[in-house]
């Protein structure tokens, strides 16, 4: 359960990209969140793994509060995966990359060893894990920040743009991995496709405001709610 | 300009290791106590956009060729002295590893050279009292260009020592001079000027990032640390003198532009001639007609010898070519991890 | 320094498959590379006129690029950048130093082709034998090596990092000066201000990558080490080729 | 008139990224290039500037063969949108650097002013015209790019993944506005409904090669040849 409660945030220079947002997503659930560039939407995920504190209000996850002394603790339960995997992966080699986080953590090194091997043949990245990232496809460099995420048994998912650059095949592949997760997964996109295909839930931004929340079928299906926010029906229901 | 590991004594380069290393050990030491997480990857981007910088080529105005950016002194105004340090030092190493950019050996002098005197002598004397805080445009580009230039020449003043008191070349340290300082002196212009042209840009982008580096050093530090450098050079001369008894007198020699020379010759080295006589693979007979007159003259070589010593050397090139060729093939596929 | 060239670092042969890696002969990494410092040092304190002597520690990089399959076309193509430096102090010995030494059928060596020979040779094979070696360890490994000869912890996350991300930087420098060039006719457009604004854009990109990764890393649990491995002491079958090899290095040493 | 003949290209590594391409493209007509990650795409396109010189093969715009003493009287003829908008504007100020093509044509002054501030206006860029390009949000810096190239008044446009990052209704934008040209248009993207959108004829690289060659609707409606390649049908056909 995150509850997100009436937080703000405004850039050093005033502008204001987040304005009193309260939000309260169920434990397990898939969330969307879509708006137009520059709505606000990454700054208000960055907050849910601490890297902003709110300046006004507060955010609870999982019954911790986000705050300068939880931070171990919040990071252990959000992973958060980035809309560039080369700001994601900062190793020599892959392996390392997908161990840091669990390393970090102090995971015992037998199940450390386990999860990992685990994961990276889940996302056929067992045969790589000696390459530097410098020398993976972009849709290989996805799935190795995915697992570096996903090996840190994260109770809470946040996805930034996950599917920018991937090829139709890997964006499939994408959406099976996703849907096959039973966590909490907090995903943010302009693809709505990909949002209609994971997301049991969507709430749309504007301007560092929720303007609308529901299912989303609801959501994603109201072409004038969709047009006043900058976004489209998704594309399969156009036509 | 890279220190290269050909024109280097073992002695002088060690000694370069040693300072350069107990400079990385104390800079490292100063970072880790600041305990600034934030900078580490600050740091890791930087070198690489070093690398990545000295991709991009400029003409230089006035002349036909082109220069790229080295980058000393702007990562010093970034990253402040140790930071900056420690971020030239790994670009060094992995020029040094992989582009085989002076070598092994010359490491630890191409550290102080390109390094140290950007970050601890250029920054903190030149440019933090010229530029200040960048305030004025005129006050940046006297701070830059003159930190640029000094930090370059010193540098190339660096070489010229580390090479003469190697004793590998014939150049009298004047001649060395004339040749190394009017070169430097260009890089150092155009280093200035394109570090002065990045910072400008900044000012006028993101001046946040230029917010003055605080983590001045301490000059107790840099006078502690030329009073070492002092010591060491002393010391280098010094044992130039102990192992061989005109070290000293052939430095001078060399400095003053004689053309008079003294041959450097280890003492292991003597101490086993007579062994390598009785194991020598040819030993030297049948070429004894070489040039007898030259005999007298230090740096003569016997002929003889010589053949003799090439072409065993050439037979131990082959024969390791051979046996590596073999144990390569008995090796069965190759092991991947 | 004046000359454009595109590195392109992390490119381990051993990586590829396409060369076997050097440990059978050197153990692990961390003693190949303490026998490549041991060769590199016997290498240099060769006198300045033993050309024979400086010949013969070329077996140690023909060694390893016969017996580990490097292509010796790579290692070549990058030696034979010689850099410039390097050959203007081999001729200043050619010119300075004048002393006859010896006829060879009727043609007079002097000091200075015996003893610029011997700068340039010492060049070419101490670079050789530490491009073989480096050429074989992937970087990682190198790295780890780093850490078990006790380089502070500090320069060796610095040394990953700027691995990794010399090549994403390289890859956006590029894309930018393409950028540029493509709106650029003779040399209008590539001025010198032109340029420095390029440099200066990727700067900005740059600390704005270092944030961002600041936020990757902390959202790991990043408190200032890369590295927690505990490293193993050197063992003893590790001393004993270090050993090997300084005594072949020596016997070297002896003969020429 | 665009043509191709036989060209291949392979990296200093090996990598055969174009293996024996052969292409023609009618002036005035809009070609879509589409495949998976790493097929040679980008490979492909950056030929069509100059940047790459063929290695074997020969390429002709307009009758002007692709060379070496070429090149200034290529790039006035071709514009190519980078797929990362940061990659081309590298100026303090958008504005100059929506003038810096213009200026370096030597475009009489008068003229560049009207053109330069016609399509700011356009793209509404506008008031952002001394903003610092790195200031900007992501789809506004990709319409900045979009400026710069177009105010060469090129005779062809390459467009490299143009629709990644860019919301729903700037997305949209685009496709109005590419499709209001009536240059010569090369896309290359995996965003198939833009392809669709823009279109008239398409084809599919595998590894280096052109496999598929034909109207858009044949192409991208085969759902077998789309998916032996790495693709699928756009999302709008798929329901
Ligand atoms: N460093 C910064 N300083 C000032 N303003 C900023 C900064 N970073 C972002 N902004 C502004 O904050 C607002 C929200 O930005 P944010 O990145 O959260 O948008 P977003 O919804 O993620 O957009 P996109 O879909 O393009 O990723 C934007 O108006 C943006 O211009
Ligand atoms: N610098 C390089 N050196 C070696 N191989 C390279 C280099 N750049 C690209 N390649 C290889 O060339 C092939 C074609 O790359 P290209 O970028 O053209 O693919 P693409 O079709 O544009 O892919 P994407 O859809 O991911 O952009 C790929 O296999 C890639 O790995
Ligand atoms: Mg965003
Ligand atoms: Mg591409």
């Given amino acids: 359960m995150i509850s997100i409660e009436g937080i703000s945030f405004s850039w050093p220079d005033g502008t204001r990209a987040i304005d009193r947002i309260t939000l309260a997503i169920a434990q397990g659930s898939s969330m969307g969140i879509v708006g137009a560039n520059g709505a606000g939407k990454s700054t208000l995920v960055n907050h849910l793994n601490g890297y902003f504190l709110p300046q006004e209000g507060s955010i609870s996850i999982g019954g911790t509060v986000v705050s300068k002394k939880n931070l171990d603790r919040i990071h252990r339960v959000v992973g958060l995966l980035f809309q560039n995997p080369d700001d994601q992966l900062f190793t020599a080699r892959l392996y390392d990359d997908v161990a840091f986080g669990p390393e970090n953590l102090g995971m015992d090194r037998a199940m450390m060893a386990t999860l990992i091997e685990e994961w990276l043949r889940e996302l056929n990245l067992w045969e790589l894990r000696n390459k530097p990232p410098a020398h993976l496809s972009q849709g290989e460099k996805r799935f190795a920040a995915f697992a570096s995420i996903l090996v840190m048994q994260p109770e809470v998912i946040v996805m930034d743009e996950p599917t920018a650059d991937l090829d139709p095949k890997n964006r499939r592949k994408l959406i099976n991995l996703v849907n096959g997760l039973g966590i909490t997964k907090i995903t943010v996109s302009h693809d709505l496709d990909f949002v209609w295909d994971t997301c049991q839930r969507v709430c749309i931004m504007n301007r560092g405001r929720i303007v609308a929340d529901g299912l989303t079928r609801d959501i994603l299906g109201n072409r004038e709610l969709l047009e006043a926010n900058s976004l489209e029906l998704p594309l399969r229901l156009q036509r | 300009m890279h220190m290269a590991d050909a024109l280097l004594s073992p002695v002088v380069g060690g000694a370069f290791w040693i300072i350069s290393g107990a400079l990385i050990g104390y800079s490292a030491k100063k970072i880790t106590e600041e305990n600034d997480n934030r900078k580490t990857p600050l740091m890791g981007v930087l070198g690489a956009f070093i690398f990545a910088a000295q991709m991009i080529n400029f003409s230089i105005p006035g002349t036909g060729s082109s220069g790229h950016l080295g980058g000393g002194l702007l990562l010093t105004v970034l990253l402040g002295p140790y930071r900056a340090f420690i971020t030239l030092a790994s670009v060094l190493i992995i020029q040094c590893l992989f582009f085989a950019d002076g070598g092994l050996l010359a490491l630890g002098c191409n550290i102080f050279n390109l390094a140290f005197f950007p970050a601890f002598v250029a920054f903190p004397f030149i440019y933090r009292v010229l530029a200040g805080d960048a305030a004025s445009p005129g006050k940046l580009a006297a701070g830059c260009m003159t930190a640029s230039i000094a930090g370059i020449l010193t540098g190339a003043l660096s070489i010229v020592l580390e090479t003469v008191l190697s004793g590998i070349t014939e150049l009298p340290f004047s001649t060395f001079m004339l040749f190394l300082l009017p070169i430097h002196l260009a890089i150092g212009i155009v280093e200035g000027l394109v570090t002065l042209s990045v910072l400008t840009f900044i000012v006028r982008t993101e001046p946040s990032l230029l917010v003055p580096t605080k983590t001045a050093v301490h000059r107790r530090f840099t006078f502690a640390l030329f009073a070492l450098l002092a010591l060491l050079v002393g010391g280098i001369l010094s044992w130039f003198t102990s192992s061989q008894p005109d070290g000293l007198e052939w430095s001078i020699a060399k400095i003053s532009g004689s053309e008079e020379f003294i041959p450097s010759k280890k003492p292991l080295h003597e101490a086993f001639a007579g062994f390598q006589q009785k194991i020598a693979f040819l030993p030297d007979y049948g070429f004894k007609s070489a040039p007898q007159s030259h005999t007298s003259s230090p740096s003569s070589i016997n002929f003889g010898t010589s053949l003799s010593g090439i072409l065993g050397s050439l037979s131990v090139l082959a024969a390791a070519g051979t046996v590596g060729l073999l144990l390569g093939r008995k090796r069965t596929k190759p092991k991947r991890l | ?256």
């Fill in chain 3, 1 to 256: 320094m004046i000359q454009s060239r595109l590195p392109s670092i992390g490119y381990h042969l051993a990586e590829q498959g396409t060369a076997t890696e050097a440990s059978p002969f050197l153990g692990s990494d961390r003693s190949a590379l303490l026998v490549t410092a041991l060769f590199i040092f016997s290498l240099l304190s060769i006198q300045k006129f033993n050309l024979p002597g400086v010949l013969a520690f070329g077996a140690f990089p023909l060694f390893l690029m016969s017996a580990a399959k490097l292509p010796a076309g790579l290692i070549l193509k990058r030696l034979l950048l010689i850099s410039p430096f390097v050959l203007v102090i081999a001729s200043g010995n050619l010119l300075l130093d004048r002393n006859s030494v010896m006829l060879i059928f009727g043609i007079t060596l002097s000091g200075g082709m015996i003893s610029g020979t011997v700068i340039v040779a010492k060049t070419i094979i101490s670079l050789a034998g530490l491009l073989s070696i480096t050429l074989c360890i992937p970087f990682y490994r190198i790295c780890r090596a780093l850490e078990a000869f006790h380089v502070p912890e500090v320069l060796v996350t610095q040394l990953m990092l700027l691995y990794r991300y010399s090549a994403v930087l390289q890859e956006e420098a590029l894309s930018m000066q393409k950028a540029r060039d493509l709106r650029s006719f003779g040399s209008r457009g590539k001025e010198f201000s032109c340029t420095a604004s390029l440099i200066g854009s990727l700067l900005l990109r740059t600390v704005n990558r270092a944030e961002r990764l600041y936020r990757t890393m902390t959202a790991r649990g990043f408190q200032g080490q890369m590295s927690t491995r505990n490293v193993e002491e050197i063992s003893l079958g590790e001393w004993k080729i270090i050993v090997l090899w300084a005594l072949i290095f020596l016997v070297l040493r002896l003969i020429f």
